[in-house]
């Protein structure tokens, strides 16, 4: 196992969380990095990597808010261990396959993070913040397992023009 590309995740998580989620909201919707990066994580390596990571980038996510940071590192090294099991057991070939993943796992942090902050106007933040996130973040997804699969590259995309 290799930790170099796995510190430079959490700190990507860190300066992300930090300081350029405020950057790329729109209306007050942000992508969910740290869920998207541990299913990335979860999908591709294996399982104690991807538990571990999962756990790690719960403790960086969770240290802006220190109430919040048990539930973020209980959820997302769930959602790593969760998303390293379904990689072993469905077609990754597919994309849509890793993109509901993505989205399911999108979900279950906002609805975990939602019902711990408060259990009031539940449905109104789950349609006004943490369904357009998810959304956005199955976009950021779509684009990132295009490239990984090789479906866009610089050299198609030379060849349109």
């Given at each position: 196992?290799?930790?170099?590309?796995?510190?430079?995740?959490?700190?990507?998580?860190?300066?992300?969380?930090?300081?350029?989620?405020?950057?790329?909201?729109?209306?007050?919707?942000?992508?969910?990095?740290?869920?998207?990066?541990?299913?990335?994580?979860?999908?591709?390596?294996?399982?104690?990597?991807?538990?571990?990571?999962?756990?790690?980038?719960?403790?960086?996510?969770?240290?802006?808010?220190?109430?919040?940071?048990?539930?973020?590192?209980?959820?997302?090294?769930?959602?790593?261990?969760a998303a390293n099991q379904m990689g072993t057991r469905i077609n990754l070939e597919s994309l849509l396959s890793k993109i509901i993943v993505l989205a399911t796992a999108v979900l279950l942090h906002g609805i975990v993070q939602t019902l711990v902050i408060s259990a009031d106007n539940f449905f109104y933040v789950l349609l006004r913040f943490v369904m357009p996130s998810m959304v956005y973040t199955v976009l950021l997804g779509v684009l990132f397992f295009l490239i990984k699969d090789g479906r866009i590259s610089w050299e198609k995309t030379k060849a349109l023009f």
């Open positions: 196992m290799k930790i170099i590309p796995y510190i430079l995740y959490l700190f990507l998580i860190a300066f992300y969380v930090t300081i350029f989620s405020d950057f790329v909201a729109i209306y007050g919707v942000t992508i969910d990095l740290v869920v998207f990066l541990v299913v990335a994580v979860g999908l591709f390596k294996d399982e104690i990597e991807a538990t571990w990571f999962g756990v790690a980038a719960g403790i960086v996510a969770g240290a802006t808010r220190l109430d919040l940071m048990p539930w973020d590192v209980l959820t997302i090294g769930v959602i790593a261990f």
